[in-house]
C-alpha cells in the first residue's frame, strides 16, 4: 500500500511536537505561547509537498488555521519541494525532519513572546533573504510584534516600508483607472482599498505619536478574535 504523505506527517511531527504542548487540527500543529502562536502546516498537491512553519502575533489577528509561512526547504539551498508522485521521494521525510530539528525548534524555543519571537524571525529573514536594510522588513507581522512589545519607534521604521508599498499600489490604481472605463464592481474594488489605506495611514499617524492607548486596544480586540479562533479552530471559508 503506498504511504500517505499526511499521515506520515502527522505521526512525525506529533512525536517531535507534542512534548512542546502542540495541538493538531486538520495539516496544522500550533501551540498558542504567551502573545504568539507559533504554527507548522503540511503543504501538498498531487505532485509534490514541504512544510512551511510561522510564528505569528496574536495581535495580528489569527482568524484561521490555514497558516502559511516559511517553506523549510528555503533552509537548504536549492532545495525546492519534495515529491510525492508516483511515490514520495526517498529520504524526503527524513531530510525535512533534520532540517526541522536543527533550524526549526530552536526558533520555536527561543520564540515565546514577540519580542523573543521577533528577534528569531528577524535573524531567519536575514539568513535566507538578502536585501534587508538595518532589519526593516515589509512584513505586517514585524510591525506588530514590536507594537506588541511597545517598541514603537521600530514599529514604525517596519511601518514606513509597508506604507511605501501602499502609496506604491495607489499611484498604481490611480493610473489604472485613468486609463480603463469604470463600472460599479471596479468602483466598489476601488473604494475598498481606498479604505484600507485611509486604515493604514491613520495607523502610521497613530505611530509616530505614538498613541500606545489606541494602539493597546487593537492589541486587546485583536489577541481576543485570536484566542476565539484557536479555541474553535477552522481553516479558511468554514463557518464559525
Known amino acids: 500500500m503506498k504511504e500517505s504523505v499526511s499521515k506520515k506527517y502527522k ?26 502562536v507559533q504554527t507548522v502546516m503540511l503543504c501538498k498537491t498531487s505532485t509534490n509537498f514541504t512544510v512551511d512553519f510561522n510564528i505569528a502575533p496574536l495581535c495580528l489577528p489569527v482568524r484561521d488555521l490555514y497558516c502559511e509561512g516559511y517553506d523549510i526547504s528555503i533552509l537548504k539551498e536549492g532545495r525546492g519541494s519534495w515529491d510525492c508522485w508516483p511515490e514520495i521521494e526517498e529520504n524526503a521525510f527524513e531530510e525535512i525532519m533534520a532540517l526541522f530539528k536543527q533550524n526549526v525548534i530552536p526558533i520555536f524555543e527561543h ?3 514577540t519580542a523573543s519571537a521577533y528577534d528569531e524571525l528577524l535573524k531567519l529573514e536575514k539568513k535566507i533573504y538578502a536585501g534587508v536594510p538595518g532589519g526593516v522588513i515589509n512584513h505586517y507581522s514585524f510591525y506588530l510584534m514590536c507594537v506588541c512589545a511597545h517598541d514603537y519607534e521600530r514599529a514604525q521604521q517596519h511601518f514606513k516600508e509597508i506604507i511605501k508599498r501602499w502609496d506604491e499600489a495607489f499611484q498604481h490604481r490611480l493610473a489604472e483607472r485613468e486609463k480603463s472605463i469604470t ?26 505619536i505614538p ?5 493597546q486596544r487593537l492589541v486587546e480586540k485583536n489577541e481576543a478574535i485570536s484566542l476565539e479562533c484557536l479555541a474553535h479552530p477552522r481553516y479558511p471559508g468554514q463557518r464559525k
Open 211 to 215: 498613541d500606545a492607548d489606541y494602539f
Open 111 to 113: 520564540g515565546v513572546n
Open 183 to 208: 463600472n460599479a464592481e471596479s468602483d466598489l474594488q476601488f473604494d475598498k482599498f481606498m479604505s484600507r489605506y485611509e486604515h493604514h495611514k491613520e495607523a502610521a499617524q497613530r505611530l509616530s
Open 11 to 36: 505521526q512525525l511531527f506529533k512525536e517531535v511536537l507534542a512534548p512542546y504542548g502542540f495541538k493538531l487540527y486538520k495539516k496544522t500543529f500550533y501551540r498558542a505561547i504567551n502573545d504568539v
